[in-house]
């Protein structure tokens, strides 16, 4: 991505560049907090830090109602507080201080949300207990006043004249796509989101997402601006193109964090923050570092060191990545929940090894190093041609730089339709999604040897995810078709038009007899690629699939 979308990345960080409009002059008039401690003003909690940050929470729902640093207010856009979801609703909402730390709790039936202050800090730190579905998702959401920071118009900006899906993708008059799903970025790809303008600088910094589900790669909204004001997201679960169940417990602590305008504390990012003074507050389903374990591999052999390596851990109860070391695959990975977890080693993303590892409190489990057999990673069988790499993303492929923070019918896009020759730049000739009612029929041309149209093949098509069950039917020089496959487990919601080719990988493979070669070696082999489905609607919303590579083996 480049710095025209506003943006930079930065040792996993995530940085909205803007510069401030209004509240310039509030913030040079600093109006300093006066000592640390808390009091009633009848409907909120009102929290002093003793450094630069007052806050306020409501007494009858839990909403964050004021965040004021530095004298300026920064909470509210379009009349609505910060808080879970959209809101609670009536809650019973309590308040403890106890020696340099105040703790506000707020009990909504079975959910249990809290706000901490320390002493002298100009943050806030939260956690979320979700125990059930009660509260259908999990995330919060921090509403930013507007005028505070200039709007860059970056790819979250939800302020256009147009709506093109739904009532969450939007058109300027230019025709570039904005949506507050345009985020560009994964979960492993950020510890921090915000702006900064004016001297200061506002940040969510996220939490480790050990109760989060989808994974290191999930994808979903983090911020977005409007004519209105902006909001920040810390999402702990998120229905939408979620691949795995949802899970349940106490998550955090993830932080509002004020800055002088750089970056947050890198204390505070997941995996760094150590929060011991937070062990005896109480709070219902927290487990402090010493019931916790850690996961240490010595490396991993079989690896194609063109790629990066990543190392999950996943339960039903907790989700946990680290990144293995390029030289050897060395990985450890602390602060885990005591439990039997499958390890899953990847390649970019596309697993490549599975195992089982127990993590005990208080233990590190040291794995000998881990084996990839060459047979699982599909990159290493040889091939006649091969369009793209196999490595669980559809990078390389058009368009496929630009559907991250881009609607398929953003005028940047390349042209979705036109064929595709073998041997003329046919990975960035080939569309990185297809779709039922814009591409489908899409030909692949490729010449065959004598020796090669004389024998069987077999065809692999690999995908990352599907909408309404769209998957790959072949035909081969209108000779031989294929059956249509089963569709795999795929997310059910929207997913190739809100910036996320994150689903299931599968392959899908098909015995193309000898029978349907061309014999002539000048001529042209012709595949044609259609997408089937019962299911859809019309146009970027018919059955499609993104695609991870796509290759004739010898």
């Known amino acids: 991505m480049s710095g025209s979308h506003g943006r930079s990345v930065r040792r996993r960080t995530f940085v909205l560049g803007a510069t401030a409009a209004a509240g310039t002059a509030a913030l040079a008039g600093t109006a300093r907090a006066a000592a640390f401690g808390w009091s009633d003003d009848g409907s909120n909690y009102v929290v002093d830090t003793g450094a630069d940050l007052v806050f306020k929470v409501s007494k009858a729902n839990g909403d964050l109602t004021s965040l004021v640093h530095r004298g300026t207010e920064y909470q509210g856009y379009g009349g609505m507080n910060s808080h879970i979801e959209s809101g609670l609703g009536s809650s019973t909402v309590s308040v403890k201080q106890s020696g340099t730390t105040i703790l506000i709790s707020v009990t909504h039936g079975t959910l249990r949300h809290y706000y901490a202050a320390r002493s002298g800090e100009n943050n806030i730190y939260l956690w979320t207990n979700k125990a059930d579905t009660s509260v259908s998702a999990t995330r919060y959401i921090l509403r930013v006043k507007k005028g505070l920071f200039l709007n860059d118009e970056p790819d979250s900006y939800t302020y256009a004249p147009t709506t093109v899906e739904a009532s969450d993708v939007f058109a300027k008059s230019d025709g570039q796509t904005r949506s507050k799903h345009y985020s560009g970025l994964r979960v492993l790809d950020y510890d921090y989101i915000g702006w900064t303008g004016g001297g200061a600088g506002l940040w969510i910094v996220r939490s480790n997402h050990e109760k989060a589900s989808g994974g290191p790669f999930y994808r979903s909204l983090l911020r977005h601006q409007s004519a209105d004001g902006g909001g920040l997201y810390e999402i702990l679960y998120y229905g939408q193109n979620q691949t795995e169940a949802q899970r349940f417990g106490l998550q955090g602590p993830y932080v509002i964090a004020f800055t002088d305008g750089g970056a947050p504390s890198s204390s505070l990012f997941p995996g760094t923050l150590t929060a011991s003074w937070a062990d005896s507050l109480g709070m219902a389903g927290y487990v402090g570092a010493g019931g916790r374990g850690r996961v240490a591999g010595v490396g991993i052999s079989g690896r194609n060191t063109a790629y990066p390596y990543t190392v999950g851990l996943a339960n039903s109860a907790a989700q946990y990545w680290g990144s293995a070391r390029a030289s050897d695959g060395w990985f450890s990975i602390g602060g885990v929940l005591p439990g039997t977890y499958t390890l899953t080693v990847f390649k970019g993303e596309l697993a490549v090894y599975t195992g089982s590892v127990t993590v005990t409190a208080g233990g590190t489990t040291t794995l000998n190093t881990i084996a990839i057999p060459s047979s699982n990673d599909p990159g290493n069988a040889s091939a006649i041609w091969r369009i793209g790499d196999w490595n669980g993303t559809p990078a390389g492929f058009k368009n496929a730089g630009l559907m991250t923070y881009a609607h398929p019918s953003d005028v940047r896009a390349a042209s979705w339709t036109g064929n595709v020759v073998v ?35 077999t065809l692999r098509i690999g995908v990352t995810t599907a909408y309404a069950n769209g998957r790959p039917q072949v035909t081969v020089n209108d000779a031989w078709t294929s059956a249509i496959p089963s569709p795999p487990t795929q997310p059910s919601t929207r997913s190739l038009t809100n910036g996320s080719y994150r689903g299931n990988n599968h392959t899908f493979t098909y015995s193309v007899p000898a029978s349907a070669w061309r014999t002539d070696t000048g001529q042209y082999n012709v595949l044609r690629i259609d997408v089937v489905s019962g299911s859809g609607t019309t146009g970027y919303l018919s059955a499609g699939t993104a695609i991870d590579a796509i290759d004739l083996l010898a």
């Open 423 to 457: 041997g003329n730049d046919e990975t960035a000739s080939f569309p990185c999604y297809l779709w039922k009612d814009v591409n489908s029929g899409i030909l692949v041309y490729f010449k065959l040897t004598a020796a090669q149209a004389a024998a069987a093949h």
